[in-house]
């Protein structure tokens, strides 16, 4: 952005309340904030609510995974449906990890696992966007 600013778009107010915004920009906007009240005013509500959802969701943000919910998965990972038992999950496996070079490469089971799961996320996704359409 320059010296003079003609306009400020909604990224330069969105990095100004981000607080990502350089020191020359930041003057800028607030001189721009200083001759709109519609955009000042727009700019403290965006604030308001950046600090509403900190104050809601930063101790979430700290919360650790439950085991129940981390991704696990190794070659020898398999989901069993039984009369007995709905799904079950074997026993705690390391994270899957995924690493470059000779390290370790992805087994198939692995990347079947990670398909699987973006597949069943994106059906998901699907689904609410009809539902909310509908």
Do not use: N
């Amino acid at each position: 952005m320059s010296d003079v600013m003609h306009q400020a778009s909604d990224a330069d107010l969105h990095r100004y309340v981000d607080g990502e915004s350089g020191h020359r920009e930041r003057d800028a906007v607030r001189q721009w904030l200083a001759a709109h009240d519609e955009d000042a005013e727009r700019v403290a509500a965006w604030r308001l609510q950046r600090q509403l959802l900190h104050a809601r969701f930063d101790g979430v943000v700290r919360e650790s995974l439950p085991a129940a919910l981390s991704l696990r998965a190794s070659s020898t990972t398999r989901f069993a449906i039984s009369p007995q038992s709905p799904l079950t999950h074997p026993a705690a496996e390391p994270p899957l990890a995924v690493r470059c070079g000779s390290e370790q490469a992805l087994g198939h089971s692995q990347v079947s696992a990670f398909v699987l799961g973006f597949c069943a996320a994106l059906v998901l996704v699907c689904l609410l966007v009809f539902l909310h359409r509908g």
